[in-house]
């Protein structure tokens, strides 16, 4: 009697075994049907978040622009996210008040925001390149700061203002530092368009910049 149940049991746990084989067969084999994404369950996704200083030139002149941006990471090469900058030092230019027509120095305060998009290359190794590029608009202002003469220093008045649309793709050198921190050098081109001043024109706005970017994230 106990050999006969406990060859029951040996059956039992035969089949047990082979439906446990067959299971992880089914589960191992590639699905060749399933519709490939971007973003997939199978997909690395993570965030970042850079800060970026940009000297270049801006009404004739040298100018730093400091701004950020940030978003997801998608399988450690392609990048979504928003972007945002503003003129970080003074822009003093000979211009004229629209008004009277009369000469005076005058200042530039503003700057940008939009989506950013763009792509890593070899991202893995120690030394790639990233492309961002920022789409969006901007407002800026052009001011006399010594418009008014009162004793408590605050002279300036806004003579004009204007916003626009900007492009500005950037080709980046980065540097691997940690699996969280990376270092970034290159180039960038702000394209303006669209800018309704008196005193400047799109062309005044447009330029290249040297770039220097420190980007946070899980990489």
Same mark, same amino acid.
């Given at each position: ?100 027509? #009369?000469?005076?120095? !005058? ?9 950013? =998009? /763009? $792509?890593? +290359?070899?991202? @893995? ?42 492009? #500005?793709?950037?080709? !980046? ?9 990376? =270092? /970034? $050098?290159? +180039?960038?081109? @702000? ?29």
């Amino acid at each position: 009697m106990i050999m006969k149940q406990l060859k029951y049991l040996l059956i039992i746990m035969g089949c047990m075994a082979f439906n446990q084989s067959q299971a992880q067969q089914y589960t191992d084999k590639p699905k060749n049907s399933e519709v490939k994404s971007l973003i997939g369950k199978e997909k690395d996704i993570t965030g970042f978040g850079n800060i970026d200083f940009r000297v270049g030139e801006m009404v004739d002149q040298q100018a730093l622009v400091i701004g950020a941006y940030g978003g997801l990471l998608i399988n450690k090469n392609f990048m979504f996210g928003v972007a945002g900058y503003g003129l970080a030092t003074e822009s003093k230019f000979e211009g004229y008040n629209p008004e009277t027509n #009369e000469t005076r120095e !005058l200042n530039l305060y503003g700057g940008y925001a939009g989506m950013l =998009l /763009g $792509f890593k +290359v070899a991202s @893995r190794e120690i030394i790639h390149l990233s492309v961002p590029m920022i789409i969006g608009a901007g407002q800026l202002d052009v001011s006399d700061d010594n418009y008014f003469d009162l004793a408590n220093g605050d002279n300036e008045f806004v003579l004009e203002s204007t916003s626009f649309f900007v492009f #500005e793709p950037t080709a !980046l050198v980065e540097l691997n530092i940690s699996h969280h921190f990376r =270092l /970034g $050098f290159g +180039v960038g081109y @702000r394209l303006v368009r669209g800018s309704s001043l008196e005193n400047l024109s799109d062309d005044d706005l447009t330029g290249y910049s040297g770039v220097v970017s420190i980007q946070l994230g899980k990489f």
